[in-house]
Nanobody, 115 residues
Framework: QVQLVESGGGLVQAGGSLRLSCAAS????????FNWYRQAPGKQREFVAA???????NYADSVKGRFTISRDNGKNTVYLQMNSLKPEDTAVYLC?????????WGQGTQVTVSS
């Protein structure tokens, strides 16, 4: 059974930093692409960043240069380092993986950025 567990969210002032973690189990971690999405109240879920099995990364334009996605295959964990946070980054951040034609999501972690 695939499980994704996010952690690391919290309340931070604008300009601050947070590091989110996504611990994965029940999956061949090293061979899969992992994604971070976010969903703000009243808005659609949106893509934030992705990391491939080889470590290649992709980012939404809104976070380029501020956020960094990485992975530790030895710990089955994906990270999202978020710097220079803005109030508009406030959302629930969710980890995602597509595995054997199924889409798996974590429960999410709340990030709140105060102005």
């Amino acid at each position: 059974q695939v499980q994704l567990v996010e952690s690391g969210g919290g309340l931070v002032q604008a300009g601050g930093s947070l590091r989110l973690s996504c611990a994965a189990s029940g999956i061949t971690f090293s061979t899969n692409i992992f994604n971070w999405y976010r969903q703000a109240p009243g808005k659609q879920r949106e893509f934030v960043a992705a990391v491939s099995s080889g470590g290649s990364t992709n980012y939404a334009d809104s976070v380029k240069g501020r956020f960094t996605i990485s992975r530790d295959n030895g710990k089955n964990t994906v990270y999202l380092q978020m710097n220079s946070l803005k109030p508009e980054d406030t959302a629930v951040y969710l980890c995602n993986v597509k595995y054997y034609f199924n889409n798996y999501w974590g429960q999410g972690t709340q990030v709140t950025v105060s102005s």
